[in-house]
């Protein structure tokens, strides 16, 4: 009987001792699932980043682009007793090369004696088309077409004493095959900048018309 009683006990404890560390388990599963939800539930996704990661605001604001103004006339100064007034040095020749160097010398030049330059442009290129006639007959047919390129470097101001020193320096330097010319700037000069566009300037005639 004795035994009896003790295996009875025994089980009903082993029972007791399965739910209550049935109990416990589940209570411990509870809380960490619980812990999970809080754990991956990410509230920063619902609020505001405060322009992390954005640049836009660091960087410098863009100006609008400005059109191009029209180069205008600009007033010829006069010259004065003891100063030239505005002249172009005009370099020309067949050679575009020889003909750009010997403009970048003389600015340069310039630069060197404290010549005041306003401006260093080019001309548009003048084609000349060079034409032979056959021996016997009268046809003719083109052999070449020479190219000439002009280069203008305008100086103001300078120096009556300076200028025999410049103009010197500046023809002893003076390459083969390139002309050279000093002249007094004029609007002239200033028109033959820009190409002349006839159709244009022949409607324009027939709407004034």
Known sequence: MNTLL???LLLQNTQALV???SSVQSQ???THMALGVLLTNRQYRSMPTHGIGKYRHLLPKALPKKKKDRVQVKQIKAATATEFGVFNVCVSGYD??????YSQYIHNLCNHLDIKVDESYALPTKSTEVMLMQEQGTKMYLDAVLKTHERIVQISEMKATLFPI????VLKNQPEGVRFC??????????????TRPELEGLLAKINN
């Open 19 to 21: 739910c209550a560390g």
């Open 6 to 8: 003790n295996k009875v």
């Open 182 to 195: 000093v002249k007094q700037h004029s609007e002239t000069d200033f028109q033959a900048r820009f190409k």
């Open 96 to 101: 575009m090369t020889l003909v750009e160097h």
């Open 166 to 169: 410049f103009m010197d320096v």
């Open 28 to 30: 411990l599963l509870t």
